[in-house]
């Protein structure tokens, strides 16, 4: 089904439509539910957060895309960053720190903690960085996550780069092993959930 999917690049525009479905896709994430675990906080933050991450790091970085339902609504997002391309600058954290305080609140350090935990382990070569990737859950299983990854790691194979991701989420684990991904270590917030680092070699 994945072949009839059609994924285009995300634009400014289309951030807040990105940032609900990664907000929904990201629900019942163990480390989301770690970083804002008040259900009610949670679904208000989510979307805050995934919108201010989206409008002033990813999409800027000209690499995320979405998938499209046939009405042409967003079914599912990718959030990439090219290589050699530095995830954040300290003037675009400082310009980040109110949106990331209205979407965290108090919890706006235990999110620090995990981007701290997380920028040592990045890869030292070049490499694509998968930051987030989710489906909508009415859209799950009907092939829009294989699209978006199909569509750019068909381009990260034709320039023989590395591409590396970090999975909050076990059972995504497998999943990304069938698209070459290959776990390479696993860390663990400390008094929190693990994460798996996965990279995938060039082609």
């Known amino acids: ?81 090219p290589p050699n391309r530095r995830q954040t600058s300290p003037r675009t954290d400082l310009r980040m720190i109110p949106a990331l305080v209205r979407a965290l609140g108090r919890r706006i350090l235990a999110g620090k ?25 009415d859209a799950r299983g009907a092939g829009y996550g294989n699209a978006l990854l199909r569509s750019r790691l068909d381009r990260i194979d034709a320039e023989g780069s590395t591409a590396y991701l970090e999975s909050s989420n076990p059972d995504n684990v497998p999943y990304y092993e069938r698209f070459g991904f290959t776990v390479t270590d696993e860390i663990r917030i400390p008094g929190g959930p693990p994460l798996w680092l996965m990279l995938r070699a060039p082609r």
């Open 1 to 81: 089904m994945s072949t009839a999917i059609r994924v285009r690049a995300a634009g400014h525009s289309d951030i807040w439509a990105a940032a609900d479905t990664l907000a929904a896709a990201f629900a019942h994430d163990p480390v989301m539910r770690w970083i804002l675990p008040d259900e009610r906080h949670r679904a208000v933050g989510m979307p805050r957060f995934f919108a201010t991450v989206a409008r002033h790091v990813f999409v800027p970085a000209g690499a995320s895309e979405l998938a499209l339902r046939p009405d042409g609504t967003v079914a599912g997002t990718a959030l990439w960053t």
């Open 113 to 137: 903690q995990v981007a701290d935990l997380l920028e040592p382990h990045h890869p030292a070569e070049p490499h694509w960085y998968l930051g987030m990737i989710g489906t909508a859950p």
